[in-house]
């Protein structure tokens, strides 16, 4: 089946400081990619999507120069985290939609910590 | 637009007891309709989808759901709860042909096994 790999699983950083987190489409080739945020006991949130070779959309509410979205091959999406803080400190999950079966496959979450 | 509503943010059943998990469904084209199950700092791992066809859907570890176009429902079922099943579980709601539309979750259930 799909498979999506997410890398860092978890990272702390000091406040002030970036963050990159990496998804990859490792068996297909995924041409939008979605980032979502979760907090603690609480849904997933859509954060934006991620389109190759284009610009991200953003979700209302969410700063696009603060969360940085790259997807500069079909299987290859980052979000940077710039000048993280505390409050930024979240779950953090990848999906992409692997059209050959009408599913959708999520990477294994990040867990960023900033102090 | 679309949305979906998960009645009971906890249930709690023991062991060998049947599983209801309720979902609801507002959508304004065909959904598409899945079910994910989330266990603690992980991804989300698809159990099942209702993509326009059996409106009886039968997933993995036993469970299954039903598309009731009627009730705009979709619950998610299991005959016999195993400790293992408890886990966070979300449904969620797309549409058909979306490729770069992303999941919309509800807020989730947690469900409890009790030995």
């Known amino acids: 089946g799909a498979v999506v790999s997410q890398h860092p699983s978890w990272v702390i950083c000091k406040s002030g400081t970036s963050v990159k987190i990496e998804c990859r489409s490792l068996?297909?080739?995924?041409?939008?990619m979605f980032w979502y945020r979760q907090f603690p006991k609480q849904s997933l949130m859509l954060m934006a999507t991620?389109?190759?070779?284009?610009?991200?959309?953003?979700e209302q509410g969410v700063e696009k120069d603060k969360f940085l979205i790259n997807h500069a091959s079909l299987t290859l999406s980052t979000l940077t985290v710039t000048s993280a803080h505390p409050e930024d400190s979240s779950f953090y999950i990848c999906?992409?939609?692997?059209?050959?079966?009408?599913?959708?496959?999520f990477g294994s979450g990040t867990r960023l910590t900033v102090v | 637009a679309q949305s979906v509503t998960q009645l009971g943010s906890h249930v709690s059943v023991s062991e060998g007891a049947l599983v209801l998990l309720r979902c609801n469904y507002s959508?304004?084209?065909?959904?598409?309709l899945f079910w994910y199950v989330q266990y603690p700092n992980q991804g989300l791992q698809l159990l099942l989808k209702?993509?326009?066809?059996?409106?009886l859907v039968k997933g993995i570890n036993g469970f299954e759901a039903e598309f009731k176009k009627s009730e705009t429902s979709f619950h998610l079922t299991k005959p016999s709860a195993h400790m293992s099943d408890a886990a966070e579980y979300f449904c969620?709601?797309?549409?058909?042909?979306?490729?770069?539309?992303?999941?919309?979750f509800g807020s989730g259930t947690r469900l409890q096994v009790q030995p």
């Open positions: 959508s304004s084209v065909p959904p598409y």
């Open positions: 999906s992409a939609r692997d059209l050959r079966g009408d599913g959708y496959t």
């Open positions: 068996d297909f080739q995924a041409t939008t």
């Open positions: 209702y993509t326009s066809a059996a409106t």
């Open positions: 969620a709601v797309s549409g058909p042909n979306t490729g770069r539309r992303a999941l919309t």
């Open positions: 991620s389109n190759e070779g284009s610009k991200a959309t953003y």
